[in-house]
T-cell receptor, first 119, second 119 residues
Framework: AQKITQTQPGMFVQEKEAVTLDCTYD???????LFWYKQPSSGEMIFLIY??????QNATEGRYSLNFQKARKSANLVISASQLGDSAMYFC????????????????FGKGTHLIIQP | GAVVSQHPSRVICKSGTSVKIECRSL??????MFWYRQFPKQSLMLMAT?????????EQGVEKDKFLINHASLTLSTLTVTSAHPEDSSFYIC???????????????FGPGTRLTVL
């Protein structure tokens, strides 16, 4: 089973509208972190927002907010007042608690959503 | 800040040659660095985890003798693709974390990526 599922391969949204990008995850670890990254056509991965599994409140960073529903294992990204520059690939990722030798674990990424903002 | 650089940004090489890619954390010490690979229109896949002063941990299916990783200092990790073949052509991205324990809350900051083309 996939650990991170993004069900929207592509989305078209009108400029200034709010956007919700879906992400569900699967883990049995009680401690984990959820991340959203933006990847424009240049290829760089831009960190947007983070949510910890024990965080009581939903994370917010400027126009980005994360709708974290732990019981449903869902971590949707909401972008308010979309802009043309928001057009990019968006990846949801998870990092689980590291149990092996004190080292950190890498991220598991979803397949991404290609968001296109239309004027 | 948390800036990660990669060099080179693009490389074209002949089949059978080796290519070295550098990943540097510019303004912080990275206890752990990660190497990912991204094929066109696909997600990022973790290749290996690199801890300073110790051997890298490779993900299942990644040949450690083909993808040599050296994490010589807290600010530099290198990935060497040995005896490269056309199927190794991909976008290679590194990331680095700041945290001492590198737990699930530790944000990964990504480099700009290296596009490798093997002829």
């Amino acid at each position: 089973a996939q650990k991170i599922t993004q069900t929207q391969p592509g989305m078209f949204v009108q400029e200034k509208e709010a956007v919700t990008l879906d992400c569900t995850y699967d883990t049995s670890d009680p401690s984990y972190g959820l991340f959203w990254y933006k990847q424009p056509s240049s290829g760089e991965m831009i960190f947007l927002i983070y949510q910890g599994s024990y965080d009581q409140q939903n994370a917010t960073e400027g126009r980005y907010s994360l709708n974290f529903q732990k019981a449903r294992k869902s971590a949707n990204l909401v972008i308010s007042a979309s802009q043309l520059g928001d057009s990019a690939m968006y990846f949801c990722a998870m990092r689980e608690e590291a149990f092996s030798g004190g080292g950190a674990d890498g991220l598991t990424f979803g397949k991404g959503t290609h968001l296109i903002i239309q004027p | 800040g948390a800036v990660v650089s990669q060099h080179p940004s693009r490389v074209i090489c002949k089949s059978g040659t080796s290519v070295k890619i550098e990943c540097r954390s510019l303004d912080f010490q990275a206890t752990t660095m990660f190497w990912y690979r991204q094929f066109p229109k696909q997600s990022l896949m973790l290749m290996a985890t690199s801890n300073e002063g110790s051997k890298a941990t490779y993900e299942q299916g990644v040949e450690k003798d083909k993808f040599l990783i050296n994490h010589a200092s807290l600010t530099l990790s290198t990935l060497t693709v040995t005896s490269a073949h056309p199927e190794d052509s991909s976008f290679y991205i590194c990331s680095a974390t700041k945290g001492e324990r590198g737990g699930p809350t530790d944000t990964q900051y990504f480099g700009p990526g290296t596009r490798l083309t093997v002829l």
